[in-house]
């Protein structure tokens, strides 16, 4: 068993969850020292109210909120979790996104532009059709589509520059960031079709697309109820009060075809290559200028696909004055995919966290007199850590080189002494025979 167990220490998978795990707990632990010395510091707080900080902090995702007595309740919350489960579909997304660019070398930093492609094509398509043209679903399968296709078109371009003209994809990708956010902006500032006047305490919203274009005495309006949004499949039965649907096992099912991709097909292998060594694999006769492009358009398909799972719920909208902040679900992508070392299937469970944690910043909020920014630092530290992952993984084997080599030197002094053990055996044996 104990075999078992070390061999078990030594794969580099367990080494990678490992690392990941280390670094989550000292993020959690970081973000309990903040809370402890706000509260110690302030007249107002005080260690009680430290302690509910640092137990929402760990255990945000199971508060009811408060009993009778004033104090905190746990158990099962379905609204909490059901919310999770909903605000983690982008994330995951986003994250194969960057983890399927970091696969082939390349450090997708345009997530966000991809992303808002992704909602400028699925809000148009769902949006633009009159619900009375085709049916829901279809519309639905089109926006979806749409929104992967800009997602994907727009990951291109930075991936054409770097593969043609050798310029470094972050920059590449960071002007196109930036382009994307003006061109939404100009496009739903512009045309103003979309925008959301039936709701007149809103400005600058477009539509839900739970909202259809529908032909009312002659004139084309948007009534709520007959547009489209995903399916909930009886998961809102099981969360209830929650924003969940089955965007998320759309986003895993989505996860596990990645997994696929890349370790059991013959185009997985060669992206790999090129992000192991992109001359040696063009030497090797692999075609790597289209892989670096193909790389970046899956990635960018990746993070359009996220945005339309989003707001495709129906009951998300959309602030169309994009140019004042990129979509946070791009980049949080980054740390999701880091946290995760890559792997397609960790990205589901990488990006649930993530997006707890974005749950108890809430609870923080709503339930003390903290703030939910503490858990943007608890983020900020857990990525900080993710890059050290690595290391602890090279110091976890530089010990086990060492391990071995000093059996290795100690191998001839001891062959006497094992080879004189052999013959006592075989004596033994010999005389009980």
């Known amino acids: 068993m104990n075999d078992q167990s070390r061999t078990l220490l030594q794969r580099d998978g367990t080494k990678t969850i490992l690392a990941s795990l280390i670094s989550i707990v000292i993020g959690l632990a970081v973000g309990s020292v903040l809370v402890l010395a706000g509260g110690l510091s302030s007249d107002n707080l005080g260690l009680s109210s430290a302690w509910e900080g640092i137990r929402l902090i760990f255990l945000g995702l199971f508060s009811t909120g408060r009993n009778e007595a004033g104090a905190l309740s746990w158990g099962f919350n379905p609204q909490s979790i059901g919310n999770m489960l909903f605000r983690a579909t982008p994330l995951i997304l986003t994250g194969l996104s960057v983890s399927v660019a970091f696969k082939t070398g390349l450090f997708n930093i345009g997530a966000p532009g991809q992303y808002l492609m992704g909602t400028l094509a699925t809000l148009a398509i769902a949006l633009g059709i009159p619900s009375t043209a085709l049916p829901s679903p279809l519309i639905w399968l089109l926006a979806f589509l749409g929104g992967a296709l800009a997602g994907a078109l727009w990951g291109c371009i930075p991936g054409l520059v770097k593969a043609f003209l050798n310029i470094n994809e972050v920059l590449a990708c960071i002007m196109t960031n930036w382009i994307a956010a003006n061109l939404v902006t100009w496009f739903f500032d512009a045309t103003k079709v979309f925008q959301n006047t039936v709701e007149n305490t809103k400005s600058s919203y477009i539509y839900k697309t739970a909202y259809g274009k529908t032909l009312v005495d002659g004139a084309w309006t948007y009534v709520d109820g007959n547009g489209v949004q995903t399916a909930k499949l009886g998961l809102d039965k099981i969360f209830p009060g929650s924003q969940v649907n089955a965007g998320i096992l759309v986003a895993i099912v989505i996860a596990i075809g990645v997994y696929i991709l890349m370790t059991k097909t013959t185009l997985g292998y060669q992206l790999k290559a090129c992000g192991a060594n992109r001359h040696a694999a063009h030497y090797a006769g692999i075609n790597d200028k289209r892989n670096i492009v193909l790389s970046m358009a899956i990635a960018g398909a990746l993070s359009g696909a996220g945005a339309a799972l989003y707001w495709l719920a129906g009951n998300t909208e959309f602030f169309w004055k994009t140019y004042q902040s990129l979509p946070t679900a791009g980049f949080n992508g980054i740390p999701v995919a880091l946290l995760a ?82 013959e006592d055996s075989a004596a033994k044996g010999g005389e009980q025979a």
Do not use: W
Not at 349 to 355: K, L
């Open 341 to 422: 070392a890559n792997h397609p299937i960790g990205v589901i469970f990488t990006g649930c966290f993530m997006s707890m944690l974005n749950i108890v910043g809430l609870q923080l909020t709503n339930l003390t007199a903290y703030n939910e920014y503490i858990t943007d630092v608890i983020i900020s530290v857990i990525v900080y850590l993710s890059a050290f992952s690595l290391l602890i993984k090279m110091l976890l084997n530089a010990r086990k080189t060492n391990k071995s080599a000093a059996i290795v030197d100690s191998g001839p002094d001891s062959l006497p002494e094992e080879k004189a053990a052999a």
